[in-house]
């Protein structure tokens, strides 16, 4: 039976959703939905391929409470620089002792500080905190040559662990939290382990990446033989290994000529963890500039784990906000980004962006044209959710380029602008394939722009907006000119209530809650 809590849950949600003014759910969706018991049923394929469990995302996996690190440090604006003043006291805190996994806070008193460089935070259990962002708290003025105001960054390196085995199974699908290897001798829970997906010439030709001719240049969709992720181990039984989070792609033997794809133990070094940057407005100069050009850029995080980003505005940043590689286990929440003025060039600018492994967009804001406000990079696997942010201005939401399965874009509006799961083709560098195993939700967009790759599925369930099923972006055969040719036709997503939403309301909190507990999703504020 349905537990009481959690029926209280369901209700506190769509009083929310009522109270926000969206329309309530009443349809259903066919491939993952409320059981007779209340709890989410999923509908699986011949293969076994089936919408995965997103609630993995975020700070410590998802569901945990972004902590309030005590104030180590304080530092009030000067009338000069104050670039040095507030390094030299990350600096201080980031030499203090860990104690359980944080060695403290960076307050920043309020006023409005000039910094002419960029502040760096380099070691693990460092916060850097304002006083919030209204008038009456924190601004860091960006002035000086063109710079990065806050940078988050440490040194992943990764190590073999000597033990290595291949998955024994012809067909893993993506939402897996579990895989046959041939041999599980060596491997111990708690191990970190790497998982290895074989790319060859039979997989990039299945998936028409062939066709990306770019004169003069060698085909790049991915770039190497493999593609990666991260996992550890909670479990072994016999030859099964149990992993801390589900895989978000399929891992298919028929498209590895003859190899296999592989689990390797590794030994993880050098990447940060415990790192929040809080409560802090970020302002650059206003002006008019080419992609390319020397760029004012908010705050990057790379090769950083189980850390945070929470209430934090960019304004007027070429680049807001961007989680890059490196990183697993990060929330974004309550963050704002705004640009006035567009970039001039072709390639446009990012409020925010992923480059990691179970990454949480929660809550976040923006306005600007000629942008994107949400996008993956390349190469990684998520599972990567934006969850109820809220962009104005024509610009989109989508997964950007080459090969990043497991994204959840969960009751977002883009009321002028898109919201996109499809090929890119030979757009920016030949961007191809971007995603598959996606899912967008109860989302409203003017546009949305949706494509499914071969043999791999992408859904678009409750959303409000145009949807279409464009053609893949390629070069005119013998004449070198980039056209967007109607050939070949790309299969649609799987659509689902187009125009209506679907319960339940938010599929990533009621993953959560039914993985959690109720408790996990007021953890982070709902």
Partial sequence: MQSASFRFLRVLLVAAIALSGLPLASAQSKWVFPGPNGRLTYTRSSKGDRIADFSYAGY?????????????????PS????????????????????????????????????????????????????????????????????????????????????????????????????????????FHAGDEVLIRKPVTETWIRHMGMDLLYRPGRDEHWIGSDHLDVRRAIEAIDGNVLTLDAPLMDSYNAAFFEGGHAIVRKIVVTGQLSHVGVERLRIVAPRRRIALGDPEFDGLFMTDTADSWVRQVAAEETTNGIHIDKGTERVTVTECDVVQHDPVTSAGKPFLFSANGSQLLFDRCTGFGNETFYFATQARQQGPVVVLHCNFRGDGHIQPHQRWSPGLLVDNCEVPHGGIDLKNRGIMGSGHGWTTGWSVVWNSTAATLEMNEPPGIANWSIGNRGFQSNPPMPLYEAHRGNRTQMGDPQLPSVVTESAGKPVEPASLYLEQLAERLGPQAVKNIGY
């Fill in 79 to 186: 009338s000069g620089d104050d670039t040095a003043a507030i390094q030299k006291a990350i600096d201080e805190v980031s030499a203090l002792p860990l104690v359980d996994g944080f060695r403290g806070a960076v307050e920043l008193k309020p006023g409005v500080f000039h910094c002419a460089k960029t502040l760096n935070i380099a070691a693990s259990g460092v916060v850097l905190r304002g006083a919030g962002l209204s008038e009456a708290g924190t601004t860091i003025t960006m002035t000086g040559d063109p710079h990065l105001a806050i940078n988050v960054a440490g040194n992943l390196d990764i190590a073999s662990g000597g033990t290595e085995s291949d998955i024994s199974e012809a067909y893993v699908p993506p939402g897996r939290l579990a895989v046959l290897v041939a041999d599980a001798k060596g």
């Fill in 60 to 76: 410590e996996g998802g569901g945990v409470a972004l902590p309030n690190v005590p104030i180590k440090r304080t530092v009030a």
